[in-house]
């Protein structure tokens, strides 16, 4: 048991830059104390002490802002940063060297009896407010992303945003991977998912407006051959078409890619467009 704290308050310091030493670690984080009361009360549940085990536990709550019941299981190196509003229902399982932040609820979605509360397996990240509901399994090293609410599996190694959770593809590039190592070497991703991470809804809209620009092409590109062969009237509505079809355009979603937006426009892009306007 004082091996499994010693390693739970070096966790501490791979993944909190704000920890200073294991005096501070123990005795002000209510993510250790939780912990800690979870185990007395976990052992307690698993002896028939049924009654003494969910007291503990109201007490951890109590003390710390955490729920935790005596029934879930917890694996090795399991940091709670900040920890209010935790929830962590009796069937849970979580693996070793997973993080969770406040707000967070593994939570189940059916009254029946059984497994019906989430598997998060090692590595695993979930951020804050972040709800993962259902006897669902987050796979190795996945990322759920703050304020998130997943109801379906997750892959291991991917990260899942937004409500519902979606999943991102990440990038595999040599960059990409240097980042992955480095971030592994420090514990986690803070809160689940890094300030570059794409948007899933505008990444497909983005994909819909590629493929109209270049069905539109395609059409201007046919109308030109029927003109050719002399089919002229057939494409009399064509004629004010532009040669290129339609611009180029993308949905962006944040304050930083529109700003990169603005600055990759050319003051030649600007004043070809004041001459346009009537």
């Known amino acids: 048991m004082f091996e499994q704290i010693r390693e739970?308050?070096?966790?501490?310091?791979?993944?909190?830059?704000a920890a200073r030493n294991a005096f501070e670690v123990l005795t002000t984080y209510p993510g250790i104390h939780a912990i800690i009361l979870h185990r007395l009360a976990h052992g307690l549940w698993h002896s028939g002490f049924r009654w003494l085990a969910?007291?503990?536990?109201?007490?951890?709550?109590?003390?710390?802002?955490?729920?935790?019941?005596?029934?879930a299981r917890l694996g090795r190196r399991f940091f709670i940063d900040h920890g209010m509003g935790v929830v962590i229902g009796e069937t849970a399982i979580v693996g070793d060297d997973c993080t969770l932040y406040h707000g967070v609820t593994l939570g189940g979605t059916s009254w029946e009896k059984g497994k019906r509360h989430p598997t998060l397996e090692n590595n695993v990240v979930v951020g804050a407010g972040a709800k993962v509901l259902g006897p669902i399994t987050i796979g190795e090293g996945a990322r759920i992303g703050s304020n998130s609410v997943v109801v379906k599996a997750v892959p291991p190694g991917m990260t899942a945003v937004g409500v519902?959770?979606?999943?991102?593809?990440?990038?595999?590039?040599?960059?990409?991977?240097?980042?992955?190592?480095?971030?592994?070497?420090?514990?986690?991703?803070?809160?689940?998912?890094?300030?570059?991470?794409?948007?899933?809804?505008?990444?497909?809209?983005n994909c819909m407006l590629d493929h109209i620009h270049l069905m539109d092409i395609k059409m201007v590109a046919m109308c030109k051959a029927l003109k050719a062969m002399g089919a002229d009237d057939m494409i009399a509505d064509m004629e004010a078409a532009p040669d290129a079809g339609l611009n180029a355009c993308e949905i962006v979603s944040t304050a930083e890619e529109i700003n990169k937006l603005q600055e990759d426009t050319s003051p030649l892009d600007m004043d070809q467009q004041d001459t346009k306007t009537p």
């Open 8 to 17: 739970d308050i070096h966790c501490v310091f791979d993944r909190d830059p």
């Open 54 to 71: 969910r007291l503990v536990s109201h007490v951890a709550r109590w003390l710390t802002g955490i729920e935790i019941h005596p029934g």
């Open 164 to 205: 519902p959770g979606r999943l991102i593809e990440r990038n595999r590039s040599a960059h990409q991977e240097r980042r992955d190592r480095t971030a592994r070497k420090l514990g986690f991703d803070a809160y689940g998912v890094s300030r570059d991470a794409p948007d899933p809804v505008a990444h497909a809209i």
